[in-house]
């Protein structure tokens, strides 16, 4: 037997309870491995999807979570090698969900973690990683010497939007509502940081990149509110990547008219097997070298997962990741 988190209806975050699971539900077929995590990511939208507030829903009961950290204990046909059983992976999408003590996975999935990255650092990996990759790179087209802005830059993705912008030779322009938050903006590479909560911020932006006429690439994290105001800084031909929205807005087209801005989404799940290859290989690069390290905001016990989802929704100020420590691990897998 092994513990998990169980969703059995949709709700508050009351729902979430742990439960006890067979193991042999969880025997991986071909392409897949087993994985004993030992902390795992909570995303946002893990709290939409608990609460039944989102277009997509997992059949009931589930497990929630996608990214974890741990050791792979089992694998099915097919594995490659690089995932052998005791090899250290964090995984970007799960099977079974990553709240639990044991995690099915698919290897296209699942990647190698650095020795000197720790459990918790690992379950910061996954999505916000990927989504930072795919923003930036993918999406944004970032270049060196561009400028970029990171607008919601103190939670997750924006932490690492700012460490990978630098590390491409990008200049970083950060927004966050904290101090604490614009300190680690800066700490994470960003040339500088603006309170987005002073009325005045966009007007020390556009200030600050007239040199350059404007921003070449923005990073969004919450569209319904600042869309219109990345229009307003965008350079010509300038690139507006949207991670991140809660609600709908009233906006005016003829403001990417202009400078002939172009606006797109982000949706990682249109990532192919070889393009999640390529950022996996990028961010083990960049893990190694001490170039990427991911934040961990708060930690809390795998049996305190309805707090966090409660700590998620309602924070002042994110300043990184939320994670499960999952340390209940006892007796052995058959």
Not at 146 to 161: D, E, F, K, P, R
Not at 204 to 222: C, P
Not at 275 to 294: D, F, H, T, V
Request: with cysteine; hydrophobic share 40%.
């Amino acid at each position: 037997m092994y513990n998990c988190i169980r969703v059995s209806q949709f709700g508050p975050s009351s729902v979430l309870q742990m439960a006890s699971a067979d193991v042999s539900s969880l025997s991986p077929g071909p392409g897949q491995v087993l994985i004993k995590a030992l902390a795992a990511g909570v995303n946002p939208v893990e709290t939409y999807i608990r609460s039944g507030q989102y277009a997509t829903l997992p059949k009931l009961p589930y497990t929630p979570g996608s990214d974890c950290a741990g050791e792979v204990v089992a694998v099915g046909k097919d594995v490659p090698k690089r995932l052998k059983t005791g090899e250290r992976v964090y995984t970007m999408g799960t099977v079974s969900g990553s709240y639990a003590q044991l995690v099915l996975a698919s290897q296209s999935n699942t990647f190698r973690l650095p020795d000197n990255v720790s459990w918790l650092e690992g379950a910061c990996l996954g999505v916000p990683a990927f989504t930072a990759l795919r923003a930036l790179r993918t999406c944004g087209g970032a270049r060196a010497g561009q400028t970029v802005l990171i607008h919601g830059a103190s939670g997750a993705v924006g932490l690492l939007c700012c460490q990978l912008a630098a590390n491409l030779g990008m200049r970083v322009l950060a927004t966050a509502g904290s101090p604490e938050g614009r300190q680690l903006a800066l700490d994470c590479g960003a040339n500088m940081a603006f309170d987005h909560h002073d009325p005045d911020y966009a007007d020390a932006i556009a200030v600050e990149t007239a040199d350059t006429d404007g921003v070449h690439l923005t990073v969004e994290m919450l569209a319904n509110v600042n869309l219109a105001t990345d229009c307003r800084l965008a350079s010509p031909s300038g690139r507006i990547v949207i991670v991140g929205n809660r609600g709908s807005l009233n906006f005016n087209p003829r403001l990417t008219m202009s400078n002939e801005v172009s606006v797109t989404g982000v949706f990682l799940r249109r990532s192919t097997d070889v393009e999640l290859a390529e950022y996996a290989k990028l961010i083990s690069e960049m893990l190694k070298a001490g170039q990427l390290r991911p934040t961990v905001d708060r930690q809390f016990h795998l049996a305190e997962a309805g707090a966090a989802h409660d700590f998620v929704i309602n924070r002042s100020a994110s300043l990184g990741r939320v994670v499960l420590k999952i340390d209940e691990w006892v007796g052995q897998i058959d």
